[in-house]
């Protein structure tokens, strides 16, 4: 009974726990770096702000906190939950714990949009503009060939189809890169796709927030019929649910958030993977709960993962190094702890 009791304990205080997570790691996240400040000095400069009135810190720290580190910050949370979400509810739709956001292509897609605008010496905002369109419209290729080609198992379809059309397009990121000036594009091309969030601007905030807002709130309003959708296709559908539109709807909403996320800050592996299962280990699979849980502990996952990433060495660390570092012993523990079916 206490081990009962307790399971029940840490399911119903699993979203707290996470939230407490995101606190802290914004805390660290504000405070170290090459220019050290106080978490009395974030406190008075987000008061401040909050206020109208001006903070009573130095003007070096006001800057650091809110030109440098603030929207870092922000959009480390933003990136970070609108993955974990995307692979909450890929893995539901799918009814499989090994997928991940790039399943159907998205990001293979905003991959290819991104070394094409390098390539073309566009700035950063159309570069960012294609790789969000990239994405979109990968998995729409996917999701069209899916269609064209159903048979009786439309997920598997899907699944191979993204397999093929996102091998197509990893074949145009490498012929861009062959093409690419080896002094000036080939590095930027090849930084970008190891993610980093170094050069975020307030300005970038927006278009980022816009779709991720949008994406997750969809999802989180569908939360009752991801959970009926994660029964086989015949059984949802004697309960009535529509299972087409509902899966093009999943689809459509964390492709959007993955876009988004991905023409922000790169290519960033494993936090959609792993994430959603330490929150289903958290609060268990309903999504009404799985949802908010896996996108505050994807948030502050990714806010440590990239404090780390500016911190750690005297260069800055590509993301999705960091990820696949953190990520690989974090899921094989998942995995030895794993004692039944993650469902």
Known sequence: MSGVAGARAIRLGGPWLALLALVLAAALAFGVG??????????????????????????????????????????????????????TAFQGLFRNPLVSPDILGASSGAALGAVAGIWLSLGMLAIQGLAFAGGLLAVACVYGLGAALSGRDPVLVLVLAGIVIGSLLGAGVGLIKYLADPYNQLPAMTFWLLGSLSGTHPADLLPLAGPVILG???????????????????????LGLATGPLRVAVVAAATLVTAASVATAGIVGWVGLVVPHLARFLVGPGFGRLIPTAALLGAGTLLTIDTLARTVAPVEVPLGILTAFVGTPVFLWLLARAERDWS
């Open 34 to 87: 090459r220019y050290p400040v106080s978490l009395l000095d974030v406190a008075r400069v987000l008061a401040g702000r909050l206020t109208g009135h001006a903070p009573d810190v130095a003007p070096a720290v006001e800057a650091v906190v809110l030109q440098i580190r603030g929207p870092r910050i922000a959009a480390a949370i933003l990136v970070g939950a609108a993955l974990a979400v995307a692979g």
């Open 216 to 238: 997750t709130g969809l999802l989180l309003l569908l939360r009752w019929r991801l959970d009926v959708l994660s029964l086989p296709d015949e059984e949802a559908r004697s």
